[in-house]
């Protein structure tokens, strides 16, 4: 069935309000406008009540002052004695809400046609240290050098001095020059550090200007301000007036705190509609006030920045002239007057007669009527095919990921529990994983990844899904479904449904949330203890047990191994990743497979011979038990050839009476003699290469629980006292474990010592 005209309707609906919004009469706007989004505080005015507002022709204001009671503290008093402004030494030349600009000091030389000096004004000129707020700023200052034949270096000082930077400027004729293209020709200039405090010019000259001396007589070097560094000939810096033109501009800062650190303490200065920054000119911290977009006045002072009114001055705003101006607080905004429509602006619609609209309205009306119906048959026919084509997708993709078989096998299984399993759509596992983010993955399977989901009832779930799909992954994933839908024991991770209808098929598990027990068993400093690894070697070993014997058809796992076997929040332990599982029917004891499984894990007898029985599970079984007690990894190309295969070292070592020495000694202080001996047996018996000889996981469930209630008591008639203490101790001696604790069939398993581990179906199947 065709979408129900619902959507159409919304469609029409957002036109014609799209429609209305161009023809009706706009309400009053508080756009703000490139000029005014550029507007700042256009008078920095304002001193302390009381207090001298200028000094010469100058302002001076507050956080400024002249006199320590009419500044905000002694590194902004200012000096009027001479009727000229100082800082300290410095003489201030202009004060904005950001920067102060100080007069200049210039380095000079200049020579007669010989080269010899005739004017020196100082090659090596030092700047006094300024105070703690104030830095040169490395964003409007530049070192410049300019001459024909001249070198300058800009110094820094602290401990020691240290070279900043330096610059080389030469020419050849008078006509070298070019304005403002200060790159090396006449002049050069470089970049200033941040932070810098205190500097040294040093001038030098490459000849002395003796080739240069007919068209350039001086050279020069001095930090300065760069927008207000102009010349076009070299007898431009020769004026008097050179050094007054090119000021130095000092950064300041307001304390030493930062804004929120500031605006928690009773000395914080900004006032209202003002914006607070932090300095990051310097190390020493602080912050500077500055008034909001739309407000002038002294940030600094009560009661702070005022409303600028824009409608005042036409080039502060944008009206159309057939517009009123309505000044808003920080801003303003433009409503066209009486028989005009449009948004009033200048550079936008502006406004526009209104007998002009009506032919307007007419033909827009038509057009769009139109458009929206042409609109909507486009759109009902388009949604009908792609309705149909999802529909169509989905089965395809329900068949293609064995929804058929699946639905076959369930039938064919009487009392199966598989028809209580949910079936999710893709849309419920999508919202579930956020769309398969990257985030939500906690794991890749054997044949695929899982995801972390929450469904609409909170339940956290694991979503498993595949990569990519083909016919030999159909079935192990049917396969595994089919055989987790038979399982219902408190050690197997619980199904909780499915979803056949995406593009790959997608599993729904209960969410195991601390992890897999490999993790846990190879982290620096396990918590396991002994008793917590009997506990989950029991725990695993009843999951086993019971999908070898308990369960409606017999289950072979086939890929037993601490990766696969995951804690739940109270460290149950549960068995997961069936994807390689076999069942087996009941009128046989063993299947042929193709080859599959972990290397370090994988049953040798199975390898060489492709025949799998429950006893292959146990084999896998006695190596995780070895992990447990060991700690080590069953398959390590680091370690050396004798150790690198877990199994075949841990019987070498039970036959060589070495066994304590490769136990983890955490379990060998909390256990017994007896009881380890038992267990050392126990994983023997289990790694058997011929499965006759292991025994049924009934059997080992059964000896583990028994082992599980040995209490720990002294080494009593296992050796003699002295041994006993020596045992305990954390360094003990390898000699006290020297008895027998009988044949080991190492010697033949030896051989299947793989090099790595790996998940494999081997390239070769047995019959």
């Given at each position: 069935m065709c979408p129900s005209l619902n959507m159409y309707l919304h469609v029409i609906l957002l036109f014609f309000s799209w429609l209305l919004l161009l023809l009706a009469q706009p309400t009053l706007g508080k756009n703000i406008t490139a000029n005014i989004a550029n507007v700042t505080s256009t008078s920095f005015l304002g001193t302390k009540p009381g207090c001298q507002p200028k000094c010469g022709n100058l302002s001076i204001p507050y956080p400024f002052g002249i006199g320590a009671a009419c500044s905000f503290d002694s590194n902004f008093t200012i000096n009027c004695s001479t009727s000229k402004p100082f800082l300290g030494v410095f003489?201030?030349?202009?004060?904005?809400?950001?920067?102060?600009?100080?007069?200049?000091?210039?380095?000079?030389?200049?020579?007669?046609?010989?080269?010899?000096?005739?004017?020196?004004?100082?090659?090596?000129?030092?700047?006094?240290?300024?105070?703690?707020?104030?830095?040169?700023?490395?964003?409007?200052?530049?070192?410049?050098?300019?001459?024909?034949?001249?070198?300058?270096?800009?110094?820094?000082?602290?401990?020691?001095?240290?070279?900043?930077s330096a610059c080389g400027s030469k020419c050849y004729t008078g006509t070298d020059l070019i304005d403002a293209n200060c790159t090396g020709v006449g002049c050069c200039q470089t970049d200033i550090p941040k932070g810098l405090q205190t500097y040294e010019v040093v001038l030098s000259s490459f000849s002395n200007h003796t080739q240069v001396w007919s068209f350039d007589k001086c050279g020069y070097a001095f930090m300065g301000e760069q927008d207000n560094f102009h010349y076009s000939s070299l007898s431009d810096i020769s004026d008097p007036t050179f050094v007054d033109r090119v000021p130095i501009v000092l950064d300041f800062a307001i304390g030493s705190q930062n804004c929120v650190e500031a605006q928690n303490s009773n000395a914080y200065l900004c006032q209202s509609?003002?914006?607070?920054?932090?300095?990051?000119?310097?190390?020493?911290?602080?912050?500077?006030?500055?008034?909001?977009?739309?407000?002038?006045?002294?940030?600094?002072?009560?009661?702070g920045c005022t409303d600028i009114d824009e409608c005042k001055d036409s080039s502060l705003n944008d009206c159309d002239g057939n517009a009123t101006c309505t000044n808003t607080p920080g801003n303003f905004s433009c409503s066209c007057n009486h028989h005009f429509f449009g948004d009033g602006r200048s550079d936008g619609s502006g406004c526009t007669h209104q007998a002009s609209q009506i032919s307007v309205i007419k033909l827009s009306l038509g057009l769009s009527f139109g458009f929206v119906s042409l609109l909507i048959g486009v759109i009902w026919i388009y949604s009908c095919i792609n309705r149909r084509k999802l529909i169509k997708l989905r089965e395809q993709f329900f068949q293609q990921n064995g929804g058929l078989l699946m639905k076959?096998?369930?039938?064919?299984?009487?009392?199966?529990?598989?028809?209580?399993?949910?079936f999710f759509t893709t849309e419920q596992l999508k919202k579930a994983t956020n769309n398969y983010a990257e985030n939500q993955i906690i794991g890749h399977g054997g044949y695929g990844v899982v995801y972390k989901g929450i469904l609409p009832d909170q339940r956290v779930v694991a979503v498993k899904k595949s990569k990519v799909m083909d016919a030999n992954q159909v079935e192990q994933f049917i396969n595994?479904?089919?055989?987790?839908?038979?399982?219902?024991?408190?050690?197997?991770?619980?199904?909780?449904?499915?979803?056949?209808?995406?593009e790959v098929p997608e599993l729904v598990y209960e969410y195991i949330p601390n992890g897999t027990l490999f993790q846990h068993i190879h982290k620096p400093l396990?918590?396991?203890?002994?008793?917590?690894?009997?506990?989950?070697?029991?725990?695993?070993?009843?999951?086993?047990?019971?999908?070898?014997?308990?369960?409606?058809?017999?289950?072979?796992?086939?890929?037993?191994?601490?990766?696969?076997?995951?804690?739940?929040?109270?460290?149950?332990a549960k068995m997961a990743d069936f994807g390689?599982?076999?069942?087996?029917?009941?009128?046989?004891?063993?299947?042929?497979?193709?080859?599959?499984?972990?290397?370090?894990?994988?049953?040798?007898?199975?390898?060489?011979?492709?025949?799998?029985?429950?006893?292959?599970?146990?084999?896998?079984?006695?190596?995780?038990?070895?992990?447990?007690?060991?700690?080590?990894?069953?398959?390590?190309?680091?370690?050396?050839?004798?150790?690198?295969?877990?199994?075949?070292?841990?019987?070498?070592?039970?036959?060589?009476?070495?066994?304590?020495?490769?136990?983890?000694?955490?379990?060998?202080?909390?256990?017994?003699l007896d009881q380890l001996q038992a267990i050392g047996e126990l994983v023997k018996r289990c790694l058997c290469v011929k499965s006759e000889e292991r025994p049924a996981m009934k059997e080992v469930v059964a000896e583990l629980e028994c082992l599980r209630k040995y209490k720990k008591d002294p080494w009593i008639n296992q050796q003699s006292h002295e041994e006993s203490e020596s045992f305990l101790s954390d360094e003990a001696p390898t000699d006290i474990y020297a008895f027998s604790i009988g044949p080991s069939t190492g010697d033949i398993f030896g051989q299947y010592s793989f090099g790595s581990s790996t998940t494999f179906p081997l390239s070769k199947s047995f019959n």
């Open positions: 003489e201030v030349l202009s004060i904005s809400p950001t920067q102060v600009r100080i007069q200049n000091v210039v380095a000079s030389m200049c020579y007669n046609q010989t080269g010899v000096v005739t004017n020196n004004s100082g090659t090596s000129i030092w700047s006094q240290q300024l105070a703690s707020p104030y830095t040169y700023s490395d964003t409007a200052n530049k070192f410049m050098v300019v001459g024909c034949d001249d070198f300058g270096e800009l110094w820094g000082a602290g401990q020691a001095e240290f070279l900043i509609n003002t914006l607070c920054t932090n300095n990051t000119d310097g190390g020493s911290g602080g912050y500077l006030c500055t008034c909001e977009t739309g407000y002038e006045g002294n940030p600094y002072l009560n009661p076959q096998k369930i039938s064919s299984i009487e009392g199966t529990s598989a028809n209580s399993s949910k595994e479904l089919l055989i987790v839908t038979q399982v219902n024991h408190r050690n197997v991770v619980k199904l909780l449904g499915c979803c056949f209808e995406s396990s918590w396991l203890t002994l008793e917590d690894r009997l506990r989950i070697a029991i725990e695993t070993a009843s999951a086993l047990s019971y999908l070898h014997s308990a369960a409606s058809i017999p289950i072979i796992h086939r890929d037993v191994k601490s990766a696969n076997i995951l804690l739940d929040a109270n460290y149950v390689a599982s076999r069942l087996v029917p009941l009128d046989q004891t063993q299947v042929t497979t193709l080859v599959q499984g972990t290397l370090g894990y994988l049953d040798p007898e199975y390898f060489q011979t492709g025949q799998l029985n429950e006893k292959s599970d146990v084999y896998s079984f006695g190596v995780v038990l070895a992990e447990l007690l060991t700690g080590k990894k069953p398959i390590c190309p680091e370690r050396s050839q004798e150790e690198r295969n877990l199994a075949t070292y841990f019987l070498v070592s039970m036959k060589e009476n070495r066994l304590y020495q490769i136990l983890e000694p955490r379990v060998v202080k909390e256990g017994t």
